[in-house]
């Protein structure tokens, strides 16, 4: 089982930026490949990035390439997530996830924080 536990949501200026956190506990290994999603209100979640534990490799949404950074901290089991140049249309709540499933292991959650741009 992992506990994700997000923080650093609030709100923005258009513009402005945040750094959001995901601290992950239990049994969690380097196979996981650790991401960022986001729901807005009255749309579907959607991927906004990814990382694999073991070897750095990243993934971006289009709609954040340039903007976002995804980075981790392995010895502290956390990832965070850096946002520039933050827009309205980024509103949502962003979720963390660890995905293990090809490894054999589990597909978990954290409880999600809101960002709010305002214009």
């Known amino acids: 089982q992992v506990q994700l536990v997000e923080s650093g949501g609030g709100l923005v200026q258009a513009g402005g930026s945040l750094r959001l956190s995901c601290a992950a506990s239990g049994r969690f290994f380097s196979s996981y490949a650790v991401g960022w999603f986001r729901q807005a209100l009255g749309k579907e979640r959607e991927f906004v990035t990814g990382?694999?534990?073991?070897?750095?490799?990243?993934n971006y949404a289009d709609s954040v390439k340039g903007r976002f950074t995804i980075s981790r901290d392995a010895p502290k089991k956390t990832v965070y997530l850096q946002m520039n140049s933050l827009k309205p249309e980024d509103t949502a709540v962003y979720y963390c996830n660890a995905d293990g499933r090809w490894a054999g292991y589990g597909n978990y959650w954290g409880q999600g924080t809101q960002v709010t741009v305002s214009s």
């Open positions: 990382i694999m534990w073991s070897g750095e490799r990243t």
